[in-house]
Each structure stands twice: as structure tokens, then as C-alpha cells.
Nanobody, 123 residues
């Protein structure tokens, strides 16, 4: 079975940094594109970033571009999201998600996601 387990969330002050991790299992991780999505309180899911199967292509939502970096270590079956210069509006539950192919056409076509990890940005 596909399993995605996020970790690394917590409480951080505005301007601070966090690194999220997603441990993947139950599929050949290196064959699939991955993404991070988030859900702020009272809002719907927002796509944050995506990365293709070998890590050569990355994409970001305008709201996080220049501040967040998505990466992956295929040898460790792990996806990462480095978050810098955090803002209160980044407060959300962050989920990693698996696409059904090595790349993607639509950012919303992911098929699995994990339990999420809470990120709270507040003074």
C-alpha cells in the first residue's frame, strides 16, 4: 500500500525556517512525481510545489516562489520542503502527495497524500 508520512512541522516565528520531510513507501518512489499541498484554517487545499521523478524539474506556487525549495532523495525514498522567510499566511497543514506518473499535466491530479504536518507561523 502507498504510505506517505510527513514530519517536521511546528511553531515558528515570522521570518523563520522549517524543513518538512515526507517518508514514502509502498511504491517505486523514484518513478513518480511528487508534490506538497497545504490547507489553511477554513480554506481549501492549495498546491504549493511539485517535483518530477528525478528531481530535474521543480515548480512553485507564486505565493511561495523564492522562499520554499522542494527536493527529493530517491535513495532514501524521501521528499523535502525547505521553507524560509516564513509568513503568518503560510500557517497550514502541509501534505505530501503522489502523482500517478513521473511528471504531471494538472497540478491537481495527485492520487495519494499523507496525514499532514502542522506548520504555525506566529509571534
Amino acid at each position: 500500500e502507498v504510505q506517505l508520512v510527513e514530519s517536521g512541522g511546528g511553531l515558528v516565528q515570522p521570518g523563520g525556517s522549517l524543513r518538512l520531510s515526507c517518508a514514502a513507501s509502498g511504491f517505486t518512489f523514484s518513478n513518480y512525481a511528487m508534490s506538497w499541498v497545504r490547507q489553511a484554517p477554513g480554506k481549501g487545499l492549495e498546491w504549493v510545489s511539485g517535483i518530477n521523478s528525478n528531481g530535474g524539474t521543480t515548480r512553485y506556487a507564486d505565493s511561495v516562489k523564492g522562499r520554499f525549495t522542494i527536493s527529493r532523495d530517491n535513495a532514501k525514498n524521501t521528499l523535502y520542503l525547505q521553507m524560509n522567510s516564513l509568513k503568518p499566511e503560510d500557517t497550514a497543514v502541509y501534505y505530501c502527495a503522489k502523482y500517478p506518473h513521473g511528471g504531471w499535466t494538472s497540478i491537481g491530479e495527485y492520487e495519494y497524500w499523507g496525514q499532514g504536518t502542522q506548520v504555525t507561523v506566529s509571534s
